[in-house]
């Protein structure tokens, strides 16, 4: 059974930073491309960024580009979302995700998020 479980989610004031987490059971880990999402009240998940199967590649969206980092530990079953420079608009749940590539849209496994709320 394929488990993704997000942590480190929490409050923080803008401008600040938090560490995401999640840990991945039951897969080849090193196998799977990577990716962050999230969904703020009343709207649609969104694209964050992804990582490939061995970490030498990433992308962003947009919004977070030069804010957030995405690396992961193949060894611990893990991948990591840093994020800086915190924004209010920043405020969603958060989710890991595995999938075939990190340029693919597809993804196959999903955790059940964490909350990230950022205040003003």
């Known amino acids: 059974q394929v488990q993704l479980v997000e942590s480190g989610g929490g409050s923080v004031q803008a401008g600040g930073s938090l560490t995401l987490s999640c840990a991945a059971s039951?897969?080849?880990?090193?196998?799977?491309?990577m990716g962050w999402f999230r969904q703020a009240p009343g709207k649609e998940r969104e694209f964050v960024g992804a990582?490939?199967?061995?970490?030498?590649?990433?992308r962003y969206a947009d919004s977070v580009k030069g804010r957030f980092t995405i690396s992961r530990e193949n060894a611990k079953n893990t991948v990591y979302l840093q994020m800086n420079s915190l924004k209010p608009e920043d405020t969603a749940v958060y989710y890991c995700?595995?999938?075939?590539?990190?340029?693919?849209?597809?993804?196959?496994?999903w955790g059940q998020g964490t909350q990230v709320t950022v205040s003003s």
């Open positions: 990582i490939s199967r061995s970490g030498g590649g990433t």
């Open positions: 995700a595995a999938g075939p590539s990190y340029f693919s849209a597809r993804y196959n496994y």
């Open positions: 039951g897969l080849t880990f090193s196998s799977y491309a």
